[in-house]
């Protein structure tokens, strides 16, 4: 098992270890006085794995509970939200008391939001599921649901107690999630990692699976420890995010995947980076190179002026510019602010 620590206002560790599910129980009893565990998680991956957490901590001497919603970003609402605390209020949790989220990225950033703010705010433990909520969601502390307005726009900083990831679990996710997973992979290779993205190049992420998840969270863990509340460095998680955003939002959110929208902003940002100068020659092809060994797309078929006027709104969006995050080469990146009467030249529309 590997450890990686968190030095965020409230510390926590991040477990990584093949099996380590049916040890939640042992793991989890130290960290908290309570007697009731609340086990969240979606209609996809409760059947799976429930029954194996909730063992683990009745075996450790915890009260549990389980509580399951309809698998999708669709229940990532409100209302999921309130149906939870009734059921945390019917199972008699308290302030001392603590939510398991099990699932991908959906289960933590609802659950996480409901820990949040159940009770003005009680423990809760990540067990992330997916490779994006292993690699990205289940750390940092973002909670959040989406308003019918948009995504995310309501949520809450709340550390998890601990994330416990069992690099085993991906073996039921359907490859469509793990692809979109590596998107984000990607990115890290990208911003901070050369070592990262030259192995994602020599070998197959699956064969090397720990050691990804283990370079993607020691990345996510330094940027985050320097930047707990997102006001700074924490913005170059949004490599590729920025035109991604504005793909999905384009897209309607359906047929383009997050991880596949942030792959194709990525490329296509790093194209224009390079033809202007400010990334080194040959970045765009070994990214792009990259991006199509793992199935995931370097392009869009919408014009770019389209995917431009999208950006406005981002929520990165400052002022009158946007800061985008460039690449000045593999395993190394920077924010610059492109103001808005810049843009069309920029981007060359
Ligand atoms: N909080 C953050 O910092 C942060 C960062 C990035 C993304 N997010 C959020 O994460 C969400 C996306 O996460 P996601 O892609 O994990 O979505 P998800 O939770 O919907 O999981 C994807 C799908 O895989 C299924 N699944 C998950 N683990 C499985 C397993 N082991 N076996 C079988 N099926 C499994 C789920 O049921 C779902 O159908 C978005 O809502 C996004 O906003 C949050
Ligand atoms: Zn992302």
Same mark, same amino acid.
């Given at each position: 098992?590997?450890?990686?620590?968190?030095?965020?206002?409230?510390?926590?560790?991040?477990?990584?270890?093949?099996?380590?599910?049916?040890?939640?129980?042992? @793991?989890?009893?130290?960290?908290?006085?309570?007697i009731r565990a609340a086990v969240v998680s979606d209609t996809?991956?409760?059947?799976?794995?429930?029954?194996? /957490?909730?063992?683990?901590?009745?075996?450790?001497?915890?009260?549990?509970?389980?509580? /399951?919603?309809?698998?999708?970003?669709?229940?990532?609402?409100?209302? !999921?939200?309130?149906k939870l605390y009734s059921h945390l209020y019917k199972n008699?949790?308290?302030?001392?008391?603590?939510?398991?989220?099990?699932?991908?990225?959906? !289960?933590?950033?609802?659950?996480?939001?409901?820990? =949040?703010?159940?009770?003005?705010?009680?423990?809760?433990?990540?067990?992330?599921?997916?490779?994006?909520?292993?690699?990205?969601?289940? /750390?940092?502390?973002?909670?959040?649901?989406?308003?019918?307005?948009?995504?995310?726009?309501?949520?809450?900083?709340?550390?998890?107690?601990?994330?416990?990831?069992?690099?085993?679990?991906?073996?039921?996710?359907?490859?469509?999630?793990?692809?979109?997973?590596?998107?984000?992979?990607?990115?890290?290779?990208?911003?901070?990692?050369?070592? @990262?993205?030259?192995?994602?190049?020599?070998?197959?992420?699956?064969?090397?699976?720990?050691?990804?998840?283990?370079?993607?969270?020691? /990345?996510?863990?330094?940027?985050?420890?320097?930047?707990?509340?997102?006001?700074?460095?924490?913005?170059? @998680?949004?490599?590729?995010?920025?035109?991604?955003?504005? @793909?999905?939002?384009?897209?309607?959110?359906?047929?383009?995947?997050?991880?596949?929208?942030?792959?194709?902003? =990525?490329?296509?940002? !790093?194209?224009?980076?390079?033809?202007?100068?400010?990334?080194?020659?040959? !970045?765009?092809?070994?990214?792009?190179?990259?991006?199509?060994?793992?199935?995931?797309?370097?392009?869009?078929?919408?014009?770019?002026?389209?995917?431009?006027?999208?950006?406005?709104?981002?929520?990165?969006?400052?002022?009158?510019?946007?800061?985008?995050?460039?690449?000045?080469?593999?395993?190394?990146?920077?924010?610059?602010?492109?103001?808005?009467?810049?843009?069309?030249?920029?981007?060359?529309?």
């Amino acid at each position: 098992m590997k450890t990686i620590h968190v030095g965020t206002g409230r510390s926590y560790d991040i477990l990584i270890g093949h099996g380590i599910l049916d040890e939640a129980g042992k @793991l989890i009893r130290p960290l908290t006085k309570g007697i009731r565990a609340a086990v969240v998680s979606d209609t996809n991956v409760a059947p799976i794995y429930a029954e194996r /957490v909730i063992a683990s901590l009745e075996k450790a001497g915890f009260e549990t509970s389980l509580f /399951v919603f309809e698998a999708g970003e669709g229940s990532k609402r409100l209302a !999921t939200v309130e149906k939870l605390y009734s059921h945390l209020y019917k199972n008699d949790l308290t302030r001392t008391d603590i939510i398991i989220a099990l699932g991908g990225g959906v !289960t933590g950033d609802m659950a996480g939001f409901a820990a =949040a703010t159940y009770l003005r705010g009680i423990d809760f433990v990540q067990i992330p599921t997916s490779l994006l909520a292993q690699v990205d969601s289940s /750390v940092g502390g973002k909670t959040a649901v989406d308003l019918p307005s948009g995504k995310n726009l309501v949520g809450a900083f709340w550390q998890p107690s601990l994330v416990i990831i069992d690099p085993e679990t991906l073996n039921t996710l359907p490859e469509k999630f793990f692809r979109d997973g590596l998107g984000e992979v990607v990115k890290y290779g990208c911003i901070r990692s050369l070592s @990262l993205f030259e192995r994602l190049e020599s070998e197959n992420a699956r064969d090397m699976i720990d050691d990804v998840i283990f370079e993607c969270v020691s /990345v996510k863990r330094d940027v985050v420890e320097h930047d707990e509340r997102d006001t700074g460095e924490r913005a170059i @998680l949004n490599f590729g995010h920025t035109l991604g955003h504005a @793909l999905e939002k384009l897209h309607n959110y359906e047929g383009l995947s997050h991880g596949e929208a942030v792959a194709a902003g =990525a490329a296509i940002l !790093t194209r224009v980076s390079e033809s202007s100068g400010l990334t080194e020659k040959g !970045t765009s092809q070994r990214l792009e190179a990259l991006l199509e060994k793992y199935g995931l797309p370097t392009k869009s078929e919408l014009p770019l002026a389209e995917i431009i006027a999208a950006t406005r709104g981002d929520k990165k969006s400052t002022g009158k510019g946007i800061n985008f995050v460039f690449l000045d080469k593999i395993g190394s990146c920077f924010i610059k602010k492109i103001e808005i009467a810049d843009m069309g030249s920029f981007f060359g529309i």
